[in-house]
């Protein structure tokens, strides 16, 4: 006998509520690692299976139809009893997975050059590294430990300041080169170095952005320029995109200069791959923090995993943090 479960089309459940809850494909796209074509077909099988509309295609977006707002409740809940229980079950696994949640550009600017270190730390234990731009909810059950950019101020967690934010303009040497920008350091000036540049000099730069930045959860440009007494000017060419690891890797083929976070740059500019061009960050009491589920038990692995997470956070806040009259709250 067939089990009834056999024919959900769980991967197209899960891209709806995706898509339901950005109301974009794209952003939906984003957040599965998926193209916007394949979130499109997984939409349109579903809706065929089941002989109903769940979408209104709009010109920016998408929004939910009568059929689709009444199926999308049914939905969250019941991936949501499904990624508890996939979470619970790991969890009488004796720790041998550990799952991390953070987002896309603390993933790969940051934790991806480092799970060799992690690998060496618990070895025999699967990390699962699983990204997200979502605000945290303490509904999701399905991780171990986050690590989230905000105030840590989320209920329903306990949370540690991992890295406070701490922004500059960057961009690579051969992109100032090409601007006839690039300016000699003097004899044994580390190669990281600053290249110190007014804003107005960076305002006549080709300037990315991250969307959704400006006065919402993270610094954008107008926030810097701001900072600096400017108003960020319009009419321009630039380049405007939806993913923070995009922005960073057209900066690093050279196609303009874009705000680059501490510490996911820090390890670019160390090496020369990317130059500041500013001595000073613009900070806020915004940052990383590593967050948990307030009151529940976890393994040895995972404190061994915020343990090595908590190491890394600078000793002090002292020269770095130095804008203090121009942060954010």
């Not at 940052?287 to 404190?303: I, K």
């Amino acid at each position: 006998m067939s089990s009834r479960f056999n024919r959900l089309p769980l991967r197209a459940l899960t891209v709806f509520e995706a898509a339901a809850r950005h109301g974009r494909f794209t952003a939906a796209a984003d957040e599965l690692l998926m193209t916007q074509a394949a979130v499109s077909q997984h939409v349109a099988q579903l809706e065929a299976e089941l002989g109903v509309a769940l979408f209104v295609r709009r010109h920016r977006g998408v929004e939910l139809t009568t059929g689709g707002a009444a199926f999308l409740p049914s939905v969250q809940l019941g991936l949501k009893t499904l990624a508890d229980g996939v979470a619970a079950a790991r969890r009488h696994a004796g720790g041998k997975t550990i799952q991390i949640l953070t987002d896309y550009g603390f993933a790969g600017g940051w934790l991806m050059g480092r799970l060799g270190a992690l690998s060496d730390l618990l070895p025999g234990v699967e990390i699962c590294v699983a990204t997200t731009q979502a605000e945290l909810e303490a509904t999701d059950a399905a991780f171990d430990l986050s690590i989230m950019f905000g105030t840590g101020e989320w209920s329903g967690f306990r949370t540690d300041l991992l890295f406070r934010e701490a922004v500059y303009p960057v961009c690579t040497p051969g992109y100032l080169a090409a601007q006839g920008l690039l300016q000699q350091r003097p004899q044994g000036k580390a190669a990281h170095a600053p290249v110190p540049m007014s804003p107005a000099q960076v305002s006549h730069l080709k300037l990315l952005h991250l969307r959704g930045t400006s006065g919402r959860r993270w610094f954008g440009w107008a926030d810097w320029f701001a900072a600096h007494g400017m108003a960020l000017a319009s009419g321009r060419q630039e380049f405007t995109f939806d993913n923070a690891q995009l922005v960073l890797q057209a900066t690093l083929l050279g196609q303009g200069v874009s705000i680059g976070w501490a510490p996911i740059i820090d390890d670019l500019v160390a090496n020369g791959s990317l130059v500041r061009l500013a001595a000073e960050p613009l900070c806020s009491r915004r940052g990383y923090f590593v967050a948990e589920h307030a009151g529940r038990p976890y393994s040895a692995n995972v404190a061994a995993l915020k343990a090595w997470l908590l190491a890394a956070r600078p000793s002090t806040e002292s020269e770095d943090f130095t804008l203090a009259e121009r942060s954010a709250a």
